[in-house]
């Protein structure tokens, strides 16, 4: 059975279009860049019973990793842990690390003059009430930390919304995890812009050159037409030969690149 | 049992982080707008069994509107219909209406000198291939017809994934139906920049405004500090009467202000 992730993104501001989902875009051009599948991204609002049922669909599923946005911070709607809790058939527990963790990031933040003084209140010690069993993992740039709890055989890795901290985090101390399971594995991409001829008229092209190039992945994305039509074709694959990925999806691309510029298209590539 | 929408993005390009999706963010705000819920987003693969799994999961939770986008062209990998006829269990059936779309879509580029001359080839009929029982939705701006089908109590909408597509079908054809179920619900909102108050020292404040408030749900975004606390508060609400959800979500706005001033808290408006 091929490993795999699935991302969970915690958070009402998602269901109603407040932002766009780049935290799930980032994290999944770098689950593939290290060479591990996305198979799902699931968006859920802030509420205990969603999260819950979110999560345990996915552990159904016996992915590799589970990997929670949002939903970590210090107010009434933060309840992604207690989510997991419930997804795990355990309770909240104080974690002595995670109340270290938040402590010194307060003190340094009074060091560096930026609160005057600090307590623990209530909202900042539920940051370090992890489902039992979990652990805290740091948090460079923020005050909440990550969380990480295990499943059977998938990790569940809890990241904060905030960008900058989410990726801090991953960075730090998820992305060699990931690239432990994920082993010698790269992913090879190359995108060209393809003028000229109708997507429908490129199908055969495609169904051809995927034909010919087993491990290559052809995808069409076509553009909203002016007067000529006009779409991107993105081909991929992923290999533990790096040279090799690289081969496969060159052969490919010039089969593809022939039989378009036959056919009277236009080809630029596009960076990726 | 309230009404509410589920969102099902279909493709690769998602799950390998090339684009955001930007349709989900864009459906959730139209949905938000016109008074329904939107509860969950799934996105999942070019596969039929992935397309068909996140369906009839979707199906078991009861929505009244299931709207996917992405996969109803031409090429090998649009697979969103077979995915639906396999999650309905039915057939694919050529669709005559859906045909004549396709084949006057085709026409009217030949006249508008697009194309030099085309034909009906499998790829093209191929999107005139609908689940049995299901009817195209007429596509303005593209070729593929959007798809309307029905099971039990849900309405399931498929949108092509080209954002212009997918926007001026659901203006034009699906924003009626889903007015027709949210009623008179209108959803009203405001969004304020606080500066100087960490977002663990604001949380007593959101518990008491919304405990004071309690038709209006407050969240506060942290964004990255600089050296001074900063932070985006939403207010919002859901009502048959938009001058009592704008009331409402004033009243909450007054008290919150008033609080965050007296904590020495800065506070401008931001556009929603």
Redesign the interface.
């Given at each position: 059975m091929e490993n795999f992730v699935e991302i969970v993104c915690v958070g009402?501001?998602?269901?109603?279009?407040?932002?766009?989902?780049?935290n799930?875009?980032?994290?999944?051009?770098?689950?593939?860049t290290l060479g591990l599948?996305?198979?799902?991204?699931?968006?859920?609002?802030?509420d205990v019973g969603?999260i819950a049922a979110?999560i345990r669909?996915s552990l159904e599923r016996k992915p590799s990793f589970i990997i929670t946005t949002g939903g970590l911070?210090?107010?009434?709607?933060d309840k992604t842990l207690e989510g997991i809790a419930t997804a795990l058939n355990c309770e909240l527990e104080q974690n002595d690390e995670a109340l270290k963790m938040i402590e010194e990031t307060y003190q340094r933040?009074v060091a560096?003059?930026?609160?005057e003084k600090f307590e623990l209140?209530p909202?900042?010690v539920k940051?370090a009430k992890l489902p039992k069993g979990a652990k805290p993992i740091c948090n460079p740039?923020?005050?909440a930390p990550g969380v990480l709890a295990e499943h059977e055989e998938t990790l569940l890795i809890m990241l904060p919304g905030?960008?900058?901290?989410m990726e801090a985090i991953f960075d730090e101390s998820v992305a060699s995890l990931i690239r432990e399971v994920a082993g010698d594995l790269t992913?090879y991409?190359v995108s060209i812009e393809v003028r000229g001829i109708?997507?429908?008229?490129?199908?055969?092209v495609?169904?051809e050159v995927?034909r010919d190039n087993p491990y290559v992945?052809v995808?069409?994305?076509?553009?909203?037409?002016e007067?000529?039509?006009h779409l991107e074709l993105?081909l991929?694959t992923t290999s533990e030969d790096a040279n090799l990925a690289r081969q496969r999806v060159s052969r490919g691309l010039i089969q593809m690149s022939e039989t378009i510029q036959k056919k009277g298209g236009k080809i630029k590539p596009i960076e990726?």
């Open positions: 009402n501001e998602l269901l109603i279009g407040k932002i766009a989902n780049t799930a875009q980032w994290l999944a051009k770098r689950i593939t599948k996305v198979r799902r991204v699931t968006v859920i609002g802030d969603e979110a669909e911070g210090p107010t009434f709607d933040y560096e003059g930026r609160m209140s909202h900042r940051m740039v923020g005050t905030v960008p900058q901290e992913f991409e109708p997507e429908s008229d490129l199908a055969p495609i169904d995927m992945y995808k069409s994305h076509p553009k909203m037409s007067k000529v039509p993105h991929s990726t």
